[in-house]
């Protein structure tokens, strides 16, 4: 899907974003930008989006103006927190759960669970960045189109 083929479908207004705009402030070492949740691409969009009853920031990633991955970011905490529960009651125990970071002693508090999704072959990842942000990252996006 193009970046013209999503605004076309959806019923969301969309802003482009660049990748400083959405991790500003955070480093790796050495000073450069970067961070576990930073991804690599040509053009950003971002909307707003409800679904299930729970607000989220939607993040569309293109690359050579190709959909590659989508990523959601719920609002709050609390939705954070919704959001990994929902995604266990539909996708079932992890295949992945992994804790990184350098924030809380040697394990990490960046915590990621992944699935396969059986129906679109998509891997969702959730990640919850020790408790204070979240989000859900579907890829690749395949060519039948949709999440």
């Known amino acids: 899907m193009t970046q013209a083929e999503?605004?076309?479908?959806?019923?969301?207004?969309?802003?482009?974003?660049?990748?400083d705009e959405l991790f500003p402030t955070d480093t790796r070492?050495?000073?450069?930008?970067?961070?576990?949740?930073d991804?690599?691409?040509?053009?950003?969009?971002?909307?707003g989006e409800k679904i299930g009853g729970i607000d989220y920031q939607a993040i569309?990633?293109?690359?050579?103006?190709?959909?590659f991955?989508?990523?959601l970011?719920?609002?709050?905490i609390d939705d954070g927190?919704?959001?990994?529960?929902?995604?266990?009651?539909?996708?079932?125990?992890?295949?992945?759960?992994?804790?990184?970071?350098?924030?809380?002693?040697?394990?990490g508090c960046i915590v990621r669970k992944q699935w396969r999704s059986r129906q679109d072959g998509n891997l969702v990842t959730f990640f919850n960045k020790c408790g204070s942000r979240f989000e859900v990252?579907?890829?690749?996006i395949p060519a039948k189109g949709g999440l």
Do not use: C
């Not at 999503?6 to 990748?19: D, E, I, M, Q, Y």
């Not at 970011?73 to 709050?76: Q, T």
């Open 6 to 19: 999503l605004k076309g479908t959806a019923k969301s207004n969309f802003s482009r974003v660049s990748p």
């Open 29 to 37: 070492k050495g000073g450069s930008r970067g961070t576990a949740l």
């Open 39 to 47: 991804v690599a691409a040509d053009a950003i969009l971002m909307s």
């Open 60 to 67: 569309y990633y293109f690359r050579a103006d190709r959909l």
């Open 69 to 71: 991955q989508v990523a």
């Open 73 to 76: 970011v719920p609002l709050s």
């Open 81 to 107: 927190n919704r959001t990994e529960r929902l995604l266990e009651g539909i996708y079932g125990a992890p295949e992945l759960v992994e804790a990184t970071g350098r924030d809380v002693g040697s394990r």
């Open 137 to 140: 990252r579907y890829e690749p």
